[in-house]
């Protein structure tokens, strides 16, 4: 019996003039890495004042944030969208002593599974996010994400 591999498609947009973005082929890599069912989603790496739009329409809080997920259909694929604020990431990773690289695998990890029904606003569902976010980041080589720095 063979196992059914869950199939990605992705669409990058960049709409950013930021520097040292990941490429299209590292976002797709960071995807499949969390990809637990098939998934059709597109990731729009966004400024601040489109993160601040973003962030404001959606949400009613009046700041850019580092991601959001917009989930379009479940059934029989999770169909959505990913808006990443890369001037947010950049400034978080530094603020938090977090190699860019590792912050950008992280937050494309959580919005991948937002996608596709993992939540953190209960503390069991959070404490699962987390651990999952934490093993597949470790995966593919990067540190927990969640440890405290000693």
């Not at 797709?28 to 404001?56: F, H, K, P, Q, Y």
Request: proline share 5%; hydrophobic share 45%; glycine share 4%.
């Amino acid at each position: 019996m063979t196992r059914h591999r869950p199939v990605l498609s992705l669409d990058v947009q960049v709409a950013t003039r930021s520097a040292n973005l990941p490429s299209a082929e590292v976002l797709r890599e960071w995807c499949r890495a969390a990809l637990v069912r098939d998934c059709e989603v597109t990731i729009r790496l966004v400024g601040t004042r489109e993160g601040l739009a973003l962030n404001s329409a959606f949400r009613e809080r009046d700041y850019p944030t580092n991601v959001l997920t917009f989930v379009y259909e479940t059934s029989p694929a999770c169909v959505g969208d990913i808006a990443i604020c890369a001037p947010v990431v950049r400034r978080e990773a530094r603020a938090q002593g977090k190699a860019l690289e590792a912050h950008w695998a992280h937050l494309v990890v959580h919005g991948m599974l937002h996608l596709q029904g993992y939540d953190h606003l209960r503390d069991a569902d959070a404490r699962l996010m987390e651990q999952t976010e934490a093993q597949i980041l470790a995966d593919l080589g990067y540190p927990d994400p969640y440890a405290v720095a000693a």
